[in-house]
């Protein structure tokens, strides 16, 4: 039954790591948009960035006047790593798992002790899905429009962006490519039109609306280091399966296929979108003298119902020995009963995830304390309680879930999973000073405080973040009256320590754990490291 269980598990875990890239979203919030807001720690809401205002605070749009286009390129540079130790006594069942862990020889070489690395991006494409790019920097471009009329209080814009992007690739020999091997979560805004009001010389408002495709996508191998393979591995080895006897044949056949706590299960992929997921975006701004200006904007959640495929490839082994264990007498019976896996060689079919994309607002001032000198300061907060758990269902009963739904009723049926996260919301400060040193030359700097949305014993390589700061340098030239360049160098770092049996997202080692532990016993420390480089051209035309 635990096997089954396990399997269970990788799914969750899988879509949970696909969207605990969600947890990729809250450090990948705001990180591909514009470089004035990223050099200024993202304290904007009360000095928007050009036309990308339609994110930050729509009313800003009322700063720009005539027709200007804005073009936006960041180049995107990361280093995600792992690495993984094995405490005294690293054991499962006995069987030592210095020597056993990892697997050796012409298999992938995964050692217990050893270091996971990647600084390869991969992006999720609409109508492609998951790609990786090459190794280095990932380009992440916007552009955007505006029109005011002279002597109008209204002006319209509309933008291309990605307010939320993130996703890396290991390669297939790499110790962390359990947890996973690649993924992606992104949201693309395509369409997003919004007209900014001068209401009078101190108040404008903004309001606009945000037309959005939304995909998660991830690929992995899987294990299961648990007690009960160990209990398979053991008995595997007292039958002496090796020599090809099956000495309680008919009764109990073990010998099908070698299993074990470290042995691999098989490979899982998964894939869902959505094409057209709205939200709308409200902003207000005050000034009322020359050196003061307040800012406020809130973006709305959207409830979304993201359909795609899953794919779940057994290895020979896996599903050799299910088939072998169901073709004896008492395997038969006790597989009707506790509905154990029957070694299908292969599993798909569709699924559909219910996802809230989260609300944010965020408010702040900008005061200019000396003719040469502006500073910043935001607040802003995400509504990522939403994420309390991931619920999938499936266009079929699967047998991966038939004995999750004995084990957990509350979260398990034969054609649906429900996967607890226990996201929480957050409050994040963000801080920019910027010194104007000559009437087109303004520098510069920032730092944003980015806590984390996961609680502790949610933690995993799949999301590898913490707290994290975001500090940033840049700058801004007037090349001419009517453009406008902007730039910027920004540097985030998070650092986690997983001890063992801390986080049952990535290594529990009890043996009622649902969710997918494939470090099981493991102590785990992940760090990830992104640069990030930009640049804006804003013009009349």
């Not at 804005?70 to 690293?90: H, K, R, S, W």
């Not at 992938?108 to 280095?136: C, E």
């Not at 990605?162 to 359990?178: I, N, Q, V």
Request: contains cysteine.
């Amino acid at each position: 039954m635990r096997p089954n269980r396990c399997r269970t598990r990788i799914i969750g875990a899988l879509a949970a790591g696909a969207v605990s890239c969600s947890a990729h979203a809250q450090l990948a919030q705001n990180l591909t948009i514009h470089p004035k807001a990223l050099a200024l720690g993202n304290a904007v809401t009360a000095d928007p960035p050009g036309i990308m205002a339609i994110h930050y605070n729509p009313a800003g749009l009322t700063k720009l006047d005539g027709r200007q286009v804005e073009v936006n390129l960041l180049g995107i540079y990361l280093d995600n790593d792992a690495d993984f130790t094995a405490p005294e006594g690293y054991n499962i069942f006995g069987i030592d798992g210095l020597e056993t862990d990892p697997v050796t020889g012409e298999q992938r070489d995964r050692v217990a002790n050893s270091h996971s690395h990647t600084n390869t991006v991969a992006l999720y494409i609409p109508g492609y899905g998951l790609q990786k790019l090459p190794p280095g920097p990932a380009m992440a471009p916007s552009a955007g429009i505006s029109i005011k009329k002279p002597g109008s209080k209204l002006t319209f814009g509309n933008a291309f962006y990605m307010p939320m992007a993130a996703g890396f690739y290991r390669e297939k020999e790499d110790p962390g490519s359990y947890q996973p091997k690649a993924t992606a979560l992104q949201r693309t805004t395509y369409l997003s039109p919004t007209v900014g009001y001068e209401v009078n010389d101190e108040w404008a408002v903004g309001a606009g609306i945000h037309l959005s495709h939304m995909g998660i996508a991830a690929d992995q191998y899987m294990r299961a280091p648990n007690m009960l393979l160990g209990v398979a591995e053991v008995l595997q080895d007292a039958f002496n399966c090796e020599s090809g006897d099956e000495p309680l044949a008919p009764w109990l056949a073990l010998c099908g296929g070698n299993v074990g706590p470290w042995d691999d299960i098989g490979a899982l992929s998964i894939d869902v979108q959505q094409t057209m997921s709205p939200t709308y975006a409200l902003g207000v701004m005050w000034e009322p003298t020359d050196w003061f200006s307040w800012g406020a904007s809130y973006t709305s959640e959207a409830d979304m119902n993201m359909k795609g495929q899953f794919a779940i490839e057994y290895t020979e082994d896996w599903s050799g020995f299910w088939q072998s264990v169901n073709s004896s007498i008492l395997g038969a019976i006790g597989s009707a009963i506790l509905s154990l896996p029957s070694g299908a060689p292969r599993e798909s079919g569709n699924v559909s995830l219910d996802l809230t994309y989260p609300q944010h607002f965020q408010t702040g001032v900008s005061v200019k304390v000396h003719p040469r000198l502006t500073l910043n300061v935001d607040v802003g907060w995400t509504d990522y309680s939403e994420w309390d758990a991931l619920e999938f269902r499936f266009d079929r009963n699967l047998e991966f879930l038939n004995a999750a739904r004995i084990l957990s009723p509350d979260n398990a049926t034969p054609n649906s999973l429900r996967l607890p996260l226990g996201f929480k919301d957050q409050w994040n400060w963000a801080f920019g000073a910027e010194f104007h040193a000559s009437s087109r030359l303004d520098l510069r700097a920032g730092v944003e405080i980015r806590d984390s949305v996961i609680p502790d014993d949610q933690r995993s390589i799949m999301a590898p973040f913490g707290g994290a700061n975001l500090y940033s340098v840049g700058m801004g030239y007037r090349w001419d009256r009517d453009t406008q360049i902007d730039m910027n160098l920004s540097y985030l770092h998070s650092i986690e320590e997983i001890p063992a049996d801390t986080s049952c997202n990535i290594n529990c080692d009890g043996i009622t754990n649902i969710i997918y532990n494939p470090y099981a016993g493991l102590d785990v420390k992940t760090s990830l490291r992104v640069v990030m480089a930009g640049l804006s051209f804003r013009t009349k035309f």
